[in-house]
C-alpha cells in the first residue's frame, strides 16, 4: 500500500498501560491501543464497549501516546477492520507489536512488519462465530505468531485439538478459559487424558482477570 494511500486517523476506544494478560508476553508491560468496532459477536465477549465506543486520533498522535513502550498490543474489538498501516509506520520505536485479532481478517497485509506478530483466535463453537473464520490465516501463521483458542467446553476442546492436528502449526498455541464457564483443571485433564505431547500447546489464564475485577477497563 502506497504511503498516500495510508489512513491517518483511526478511531480509538481507549490507551493504556498494563501488564499483558495473556499470550506470549503475558506478565510483561505494555502499552495498549484498543481500537474501535467489531464485526463478530462472539457468545463470551468481555469488550463489547469497544463495539462502538471511541474517538478519531490521528495515527501520529496515537504513537506520541506510546512513545518509547518496547511493547505494545493493538486490541479491539477487531483492530483490522481499520487499516493500521499507517500506525505500524509511526511505531518503529517498538520493538514487538502484538496485533489481537478475531481470525476473520486476512493478516498477511501486515507481514511486512519485522516488529509485528499476530495473536489470531479460533472461534471455537460455543462462540457462535465459528463460521466466520478464514481458513487461510491459520495455514499461514509464521513461528512468531500465536495461535488461541478460548474454550467453554468440551466440544471446544475437541475442536482445537482437530484443528492443531489437522495442520502443521508452526507457532504457539494457547488454550484459555472462558471467564467463569469451565475450570482451568478441565482443559489440563484433557490435555492429559489425550496425551496431546507437543512443544507449542499450553494453558493459559487471563491474567488481568485474577489481579484485577473482570469487568475493570483499563487494565
Request: one cysteine or more.
Given at each position: 500500500?502506497?504511503?498516500?494511500?495510508?489512513?491517518?486517523?483511526?478511531?480509538?476506544?481507549?490507551?493504556?498501560?498494563?501488564?499483558?494478560?495473556?499470550?506470549?508476553?503475558?506478565?510483561?508491560?505494555?502499552?495498549?491501543?484498543?481500537l474501535?468496532?467489531?464485526?463478530?459477536?462472539?457468545?463470551y465477549?468481555?469488550?463489547?464497549?469497544?463495539?462502538?465506543?471511541?474517538?478519531?486520533?490521528?495515527?501520529?498522535?496515537?504513537?506520541?501516546e506510546?512513545?518509547?513502550?518496547?511493547?505494545?498490543?493493538?486490541?479491539?474489538?477487531?483492530?483490522?477492520?481499520?487499516?493500521?498501516?499507517?500506525?505500524?509506520?509511526?511505531?518503529?520505536?517498538?520493538?514487538?507489536?502484538?496485533?489481537?485479532?478475531?481470525?476473520?481478517?486476512?493478516?498477511?497485509?501486515?507481514?511486512?512488519?519485522?516488529?509485528?506478530?499476530?495473536?489470531?483466535?479460533?472461534?471455537?463453537?460455543?462462540?457462535?462465530?465459528?463460521?466466520?473464520?478464514?481458513?487461510?490465516?491459520?495455514?499461514?501463521?509464521?513461528?512468531?505468531?500465536?495461535?488461541?483458542?478460548?474454550?467453554?467446553?468440551?466440544?471446544?476442546?475437541?475442536?482445537?485439538?482437530?484443528?492443531?492436528?489437522?495442520?502443521?502449526?508452526?507457532?504457539?498455541v494457547?488454550?484459555?478459559?472462558?471467564?467463569?464457564?469451565?475450570?482451568?483443571?478441565?482443559?489440563?485433564?484433557?490435555?492429559?487424558?489425550?496425551?496431546?505431547?507437543?512443544?507449542?500447546?499450553?494453558?493459559?489464564?487471563?491474567?488481568?482477570?485474577?489481579?484485577?475485577?473482570?469487568?475493570?477497563?483499563?487494565?
Amino acid at each position: 500500500m502506497s504511503q498516500s494511500m495510508r489512513s491517518e486517523t483511526l478511531k480509538v476506544n481507549e490507551i493504556f498501560f498494563s501488564i499483558e494478560g495473556e499470550g506470549r508476553r503475558a506478565g510483561e508491560l505494555a502499552a495498549f491501543i484498543r481500537l474501535t468496532g467489531c464485526n463478530l459477536r462472539c457468545s463470551y465477549c468481555d469488550t463489547e464497549y469497544a463495539f462502538s465506543e471511541g474517538k478519531p486520533w490521528k495515527v501520529r498522535d496515537i504513537a506520541s501516546e506510546v512513545q518509547g513502550w518496547r511493547n505494545i498490543t493493538l486490541t479491539g474489538g477487531e483492530p483490522l477492520l481499520q487499516d493500521v498501516h499507517g500506525l505500524l509506520d509511526y511505531l518503529p520505536f517498538a520493538s514487538d507489536i502484538n496485533i489481537e485479532t478475531n481470525g476473520s481478517i486476512d493478516i498477511t497485509p501486515y507481514f511486512g512488519y519485522p516488529n509485528v506478530f499476530f495473536t489470531v483466535d479460533y472461534k471455537c463453537p460455543s462462540s457462535d462465530m465459528e463460521d466466520r473464520m478464514i481458513s487461510n490465516n491459520f495455514c499461514r501463521l509464521r513461528p512468531q505468531d500465536c495461535l488461541k483458542f478460548v474454550v467453554g467446553d468440551i466440544e471446544d476442546l475437541k475442536v482445537a485439538r482437530a484443528v492443531c492436528f489437522g495442520q502443521n502449526i508452526p507457532c504457539p498455541v494457547y488454550i484459555s478459559p472462558v471467564f467463569g464457564k469451565i475450570e482451568p483443571s478441565v482443559i489440563v485433564d484433557f490435555i492429559k487424558d489425550n496425551r496431546i505431547i507437543c512443544e507449542n500447546w499450553r494453558v493459559q489464564l487471563q491474567l488481568h482477570k485474577y489481579i484485577w475485577d473482570p469487568m475493570k477497563r483499563g487494565v
